[in-house]
């Protein structure tokens, strides 16, 4: 069972390719279940991780290195917060497994929650629902 803070590899597709039309991820990356809910416990909040350091205009978190061995992950990493893929994990056709890379500890995910909540709440975070 995928719980959060799980990490996958996941066809990621950004916000920017799919206001171009594009309908999958263009390579596999991993990625962090930071949300599933009780009302839809099938569905996934998929957010992306990355190797390259992300622009300050965007809303995200650096990997520690210890979490980035929990996950499975090169040093340094970061996790973008201002947005995600939505899908159903029985539509999950873009995940390369279900079998999880690695996983952040329970400690940093109630972190990374906490900047998602905050980022919601200022309506930075968007979503691409995936078909």
Do not use: N
């Amino acid at each position: 069972m995928l719980k959060p803070g799980d990490l996958l590899r996941y066809y990621y597709l950004w916000a920017r390719e799919a206001d171009g039309a594009e309908e999958s991820g263009r390579k596999a990356r991993p990625v962090c279940i930071v949300v599933r809910t009780p009302a839809t416990p099938a569905t996934l909040f998929l957010f992306p991780l990355t190797s390259q350091k992300p622009d300050q205009s965007r809303t995200h978190i650096t990997i520690s290195e210890i979490e980035c061995r929990r996950g499975g992950l090169d040093f340094p990493s970061w996790l973008i917060l201002d947005e995600y893929d939505r899908v159903r994990i029985d539509e999950a056709y873009d995940l390369v497994t279900t079998k999880p890379i690695g996983s952040f500890s329970p400690a940093f995910v109630r972190k990374i929650a906490g900047f998602i909540k905050e980022a919601a709440e200022q309506r930075r975070l968007r979503g691409v629902v995936r078909k």
